[in-house]
């Protein structure tokens, strides 16, 4: 098992085809442990398409069912977690075009708002500091863990993320919160690169905003 | 060297992803690095946008639906005792 880890022959590597191997063999607790670590994340992106809460469950339990089904065609060409996904958007889509509601996840229209707000920056035909900030930005390097990760700034900031145009939250929440790389984010969410970077731009500027909000409003 | 790309704060804050990301050319990130490098307000903005990425991996850890958990190890084992499909 530890030789075997060493290995990668599949893109998931060695320990990702033992648990695919036990799946197929009927491990309930393989199975589980799938279920704890990828669902969350799950439900998320099925919302982004659009999805209420219930949608969203049936949508992942279609899914998990089609994942069972289709276990012996899983090569290994791809991560598991990346073959999940993509079945999970599949499912996703199929759902919120027939409710009627699909969210174009990969278009990208400009919303037309600015990473930063233009009131903070000198106007144009300023004659010498055009574009240039009005205002100090105080940095985030030394502040503590736990302003920014107590509880209650972390409910404003999932309020945030709830907040975000679908297609802005599923990029955010792939690359941020689950910390997947850009190219699983991209095959998942059929995105290209350039776009997935616009959109992770978009969220996080949002985010970094909201989050300037608040924790300019409890100092004082 | 004169015709190297000199951003101003306002495009600064726009590039501050694709720097992160690697999606600048060379000149493009040789000109923001010297940019932040002298300008305490650009580098704060960089600092920030990277505390929001790194603080939203501490989000990762909601728990799945109990009802769901228990319907998808149900569906489990019908799928383990039920013909496999092949």
């Known amino acids: 098992m530890v030789e075997a880890e060493g290995r ?3 893109a998931g590597g060695a320990s990702e085809e033992l648990f695919v191997d036990a799946l ?3 491990d309930e607790t393989a199975f589980a442990r799938a279920v704890d670590r990828f669902t969350p994340a799950m439900l998320r992106l099925a919302r982004v398409y659009g999805l209420g809460v219930d949608a969203a469950e049936d949508v992942v339990q279609e899914t998990w069912l089609r994942v069972l089904r289709s276990l012996d065609q899983f090569e290994g060409r ?3 977690r990346t073959w999940l996904f993509v079945i999970l958007g599949n499912c996703a889509r199929g759902r919120s075009e027939a409710e009627r509601r699909s969210v174009p996840v990969s278009s990208l229209e400009s919303d037309g708002i600015p990473a930063v707000d233009g009131s903070r920056f000198f106007p144009a035909e300023h004659p010498r500091w055009a574009g240039m900030w009005t205002t100090l930005v105080d940095s985030w390097e030394t502040l503590p863990d736990e302003r920014l990760l107590a509880r209650e700034a972390r409910d404003r900031f999932r309020e945030a993320i709830d ?3 679908a297609r802005y939250a599923a990029v955010f929440v792939l ?3 689950e910390g997947w790389s850009s190219d699983e984010v991209c095959v998942v969410l059929d995105l290209s690169p350039e776009n997935q970077r616009v959109l992770l731009h978009r969220a996080r500027t949002r ?3 909201a989050l300037e909000e608040y924790l300019g409003s409890d100092r004082a | 060297m004169s015709d190297r790309p000199a951003f101003s704060c306002q495009q600064i804050v726009e590039l501050v992803t694709e720097y992160l990301e690697g999606g600048l050319d060379v000149s ?3 000109a923001f690095e010297r940019h932040v490098a002298i300008c305490p307000p650009c580098r704060g903005y ?3 946008l990277r505390r929001v990425s790194k603080a939203a991996g501490a989000l990762s850890e909601d728990d799945v639906p109990e009802r769901l958990r228990t319907s998808l190890l149900e569906a489990f084992r019908d799928w383990k005792t039920g013909p496999r499909g092949r």
Do not use: C, H, I
């Open chain 1, 207 to 209: 985010l970094r905003a």
């Open chain 1, 163 to 165: 907040a975000l145009p």
């Open chain 2, 46 to 48: 960089l600092s920030q």
């Open chain 1, 8 to 10: 990668k022959k599949t």
């Open chain 2, 28 to 30: 493009e990130r040789l």
């Open chain 1, 78 to 80: 791809s991560s598991f």
């Open chain 1, 24 to 26: 197929r063999s009927g």
């Open chain 1, 175 to 177: 690359r941020d919160v």
